[in-house]
């Protein structure tokens, strides 16, 4: 079976995205999660360009990969020097990489605005440079930047440049639409023309960027016509749009094309370590994305879900376990009584369709979200709203009553936050006051401490992450806002959900429910075990 080449290039092309940075050490750990993704060629960065990239290739001879092979990235020479004296041509030798990867301009535009050169000159840059580096790696790879727009520019000059590669010992002839515009239909014509120019034996690869949102079908594009070497980022990060996503590239080879790529295991895991990546750029991830996003596989419309419980190819594409994600059937106003019944066993929680307790569930789902309130992403406070429509959710505290105090004292010191609250636990009466670095932290700090006492098992908790979105309606400062809170303890992570005219009482309602659910789940589970 044709097999096709994964070139990653989220360390280099990738980091060059809009507040997608990585550190050193973020670039090894991503490194090895690549590999154990089985990706053949990790490009590692320019060390030409900067310290960090130099300090790369130092740090990652120390590692011993599976699978996949480092490589360098640069250009060709600069135009007033030669091969043997560039800087940027001495730093790839010097990062002793098992490839080499560098870039020349296709287009007779950048020649002659970018290079400054002649069209003869830049031929000269082509040949000389890789005929430099040919005895330095093992394998050389050669990306013809901008090719497709200089095809269209000056199709023989463009085509030129890749038999000058090819001669001076290129193993691999990257096609790169650098610009991302050039449409599906365009980019199959010019590589047909391409290829019919070139030996039957070149090797072709593709590079893509999404400016016209077209990176993975030109990707893929390219592959059905043959070219085996693809190159793209994680997740599409890269300049401007992004690159091609390799997230939906890799699936769609594999399971749409039907090729072999990286492996049926490691394909399992492709969300697990698109979710890594980001994390370690401190990016949050994009639910809606294809294949490995959230709402992948989500499921809102009764209709919808009716039919993915009978047949899950009625509304999915391919089964969400092949690239490590799951279906969820969403609870809304949209959603009938079966979604319900669903979802509560999905608790553990056994409701029969005639019970009227899913019916009142329901009834009750469709009021809250008339007032705002939104579980897709609050799945927590749902699984309460559940629990205590069937009476298994206690009450293990009562508020009595909480103020927050905002003051400020010198205009170059930050405001204080200061929360005190009086709650109701055990029959006993429990007042306490915290500070923080903002009313809701104060709220929150205050709360914990009031109830730590009689529930240790919360000093294990913490929240992550905390969103408020100002709803449609009333306009300005008299709008809703809606307030959710991711939180984590050690083995679980869940969300839950607060509405009000008030920021406060809505961030109020969502700690309550991120509290007591913790309280919940840990009775629940040591009552099972």
Avoid at 30 to 54: A, M, Q, R
Avoid at 188 to 215: M, W
Avoid at 219 to 230: E, F, R
Wanted: hydrophobic share 40%.
């Amino acid at each position: 079976m044709r097999k096709i080449e994964i070139y990653d290039t989220t360390l280099r092309d990738g980091t060059q995205a809009e507040d997608f940075n990585l550190s050193l050490e973020d670039k090894i750990r991503i490194t090895k999660k690549l590999d154990e993704l089985g990706i053949p060629y990790i490009e590692g960065g320019w060390p030409g360009s900067n310290p960090k990239d130099v300090g790369y290739f130092q740090e990652i001879k120390h590692y011993a990969l599976k699978c996949a092979k480092i490589a360098a990235f640069g250009s060709t020479h600069h135009p007033t020097t030669d091969a043997a004296r560039d800087a940027n041509l001495t730093a790839l030798v010097q990062a002793q990489t098992e490839v080499i990867t560098i870039f020349g301009k296709s287009w007779i535009v950048h020649v002659r605005d970018a290079l400054r050169t002649t069209a003869e000159r830049n031929l000269e840059l082509i040949r000389d440079s890789l005929a430099f580096l040919r005895p330095q790696a093992r394998q050389l790879f050669y990306d013809a930047e901008h090719f497709f727009d200089g095809f269209k520019d000056n199709p023989e000059y463009a085509v030129a440049t890749l038999k000058t590669a090819l001669a001076a010992g290129a193993d691999c002839l990257v096609l790169c639409d650098t610009n991302g515009g050039t449409l599906t239909s365009d980019l199959q014509e010019i590589t047909k023309r391409v290829k019919e120019e070139l030996p039957p034996d070149a090797s072709l690869g593709i590079h893509t960027h999404n400016d016209a949102e077209l990176a993975v079908a030109n990707a893929l594009a390219a592959v059905a016509l043959g070219v085996n070497h693809v190159q793209g980022t994680m997740n599409g990060v890269g300049e401007r749009c992004g690159n091609a996503n390799l997230c939906s590239i890799i699936p769609a080879i594999m399971l749409k094309l039907k090729l072999e790529c990286i492996g049926e295991e490691p394909l399992s895991r492709l969300r697990e370590i698109s979710r890594y990546i980001l994390e370690f750029a401190n990016i949050p991830p994009n639910k809606y994305q294809p294949y490995v996003g959230r709402c992948a596989f989500a499921h809102k419309g009764g209709v919808h879900v009716s039919a993915v419980e009978r047949n899950p190819q009625t509304y999915e594409h391919i089964q969400p376990e092949l690239v490590g994600n799951r279906r969820r059937t969403l609870v809304s106003d949209l959603a009938g009584r079966s979604t319900i019944i669903r979802k509560a066993k999905k608790y553990g929680v056994e409701i029969s369709s005639k019970d009227p307790i899913a019916m009142q569930v329901l009834e009750e789902v469709k009021q809250l979200e008339n007032e705002g309130f939104q579980y897709e992403a609050a799945e927590g406070s749902f699984e309460l709203l559940l629990n205590r429509a069937v009476g298994n959710v206690k009450r293990y505290f009562e508020l009595i009553g909480y103020r927050v105090l905002v003051s400020k004292h010198q205009e170059s010191q930050p405001p204080m936050a200061e929360a005190t609250i009086m709650l109701k636990v055990g029959g006993k009466v429990e007042h306490t006051a915290a500070t923080g670095v903002g009313p809701v932290n104060a709220l929150d700090n205050a709360l914990r401490k009031a109830l730590e006492r009689f529930y240790p098992q919360l000093a294990t908790m913490r929240l992550s992450d905390y969103k408020v979105r100002v709803l449609p309606g009333t306009n300005g400062t008299g709008a809703k806002v809606r307030v959710l809170i991711e939180s984590v303890d050690t083995d679980n992570v869940w969300s839950t959900v607060g509405v009000s005219y008030d920021i406060l009482e809505a961030s109020w309602q969502a700690l309550v429910d991120s509290f007591t659910y913790k309280l919940f789940r840990d009775e629940k589970y040591q009552h099972l075990r």
